[in-house]
């Protein structure tokens, strides 16, 4: 193990925040883990960095997770389970299935980050979430020094949250995630802008593959680039109301997007919210919200996390004074 000291994130988070981690650690082998675990210092794991950020120097031991391989475990005339490992780049494993036309995960196209963070997070985008397809998470669990398997069903996945933001945070490294993918894949084009997407391409005939390349398009016609313009996608949460204010909302402003959860709540895109207050293209030194999405915000160059988060509350305090209504945030604060 090579333990690094006093080391830039820089180049490890993509909102491109400059701020140490105290140790620095990569891993790549599984083996590792029992003598990182030996070390007496407050543990971070790090994927791809793309869903937190950075406001101080980080204490204690940051380790980043390098650990590689995709692994069909079994399969059927249905289905097909794959093993992923942990460090594995989310978007390689969507390539990885639509290459072999494998469904459930195309609607997930180019989401940042790493495989491990999908349960995490129950990463989602254009009506698909990753618990749909996660069948089962492996995870070392720091305080036995020892390898746990959660069934999906034990790993409490709600919308962008699981047990591993709760019960289990900071206890679990999750190593793995099986993945059950489909080989009679079933389409799910009910997001409005794929339909339209789809097409815009001239797709006679729907193949996961064309799905996925629909949602890339979109994704790249909408969201920031991190290589060029720093940000960690969504920063906050859609959220989701009671009904009743729901509805006095919709009569004075009728053209509210909104998506049903239940007979009683209802969810509101955070980006309409945040651009109805007038925070759209919104630029503050190196800080800002995305131009095309007001969900996201970005770092222009030289931004201090502390900045962004500024900015963040400045955002949370005139939508709640407008509306009424709590966001809240989705990046992990560090
Ligand atoms: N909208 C605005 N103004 C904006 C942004 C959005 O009015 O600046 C409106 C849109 O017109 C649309 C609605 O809000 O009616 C929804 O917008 P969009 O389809 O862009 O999706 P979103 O709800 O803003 C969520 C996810 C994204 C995911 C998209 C597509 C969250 C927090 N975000 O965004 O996920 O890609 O849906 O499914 O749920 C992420 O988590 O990092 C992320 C990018």
């Not at 093993?83 to 940042?112: C, M, T």
């Not at 397809?133 to 699981?162: G, K, P």
């Not at 190196?286 to 999405?293: E, S």
Request: include cysteine.
């Amino acid at each position: 193990m090579h333990l690094r000291q006093n080391f830039s994130l820089k180049s490890y988070n993509t909102f491109g925040i400059d701020v140490p981690a105290e140790y620095f650690t990569a891993l790549s082998d599984i083996n590792s883990l029992e003598e990182i675990a030996a070390i007496q210092k407050q543990k971070h794991i790090l994927g791809g960095g793309s869903n937190i950020l950075l406001t101080k120097p980080v204490k204690g031991l940051v380790i980043h997770n390098k650990l590689k391989g995709i692994k069909i475990e079994k399969e059927d005339d249905n289905h097909v389970w794959v093993r992923v490992q942990s460090g594995e780049l989310w978007h390689d494993f969507v390539l990885y299935a639509i290459n072999k036309g494998l469904g459930g995960i195309e609607n997930l196209a180019l989401i940042p980050g790493t495989a491990g963070a999908s349960p995490m997070q129950n990463i989602g985008a254009y009506g698909v979430e990753a618990k749909d397809t996660i069948e089962s998470v492996t995870f070392w669990y720091w305080n036995e020094r020892t390898f746990l398997t959660y069934a999906s069903r034990e790993c409490a996945f709600e919308y962008r949250d699981s047990i591993f933001k709760h019960h289990l945070k900071d206890k679990a490294f999750i190593t793995s995630v099986v993945y059950k993918l489909d080989k009679k894949p079933k389409y799910n084009t009910s997001y409005g802008a794929i339909e339209q997407e789809l097409e815009s391409m001239g797709v006679q005939e729907l193949s996961v593959k064309a799905i996925a390349y629909a949602v890339m398009h979109i994704r790249i016609s909408k969201l920031p680039d991190p290589k060029i313009i720093g940000n960690a996608g969504s920063f906050f949460k859609n959220p989701t109301i009671p009904q009743k204010l729901f509805i006095t909302l919709q009569s004075s402003y009728p053209k509210i997007p909104y998506y049903k959860v239940n007979d009683t709540m209802v969810k509101i895109p955070a980006g309409w919210l945040i651009e109805q207050c007038g925070w759209k293209g919104y630029k503050t030194g190196f800080t800002g919200v995305h131009a095309k999405q007001a969900l996201v915000l970005v770092n222009y160059g030289n931004a201090k996390g502390s900045d962004i988060w500024k900015l963040s509350g400045e955002i949370l305090n005139s939508v709640k004074e407008r509306f009424g209504i709590e966001l809240e945030r989705e990046v992990q604060v560090w």
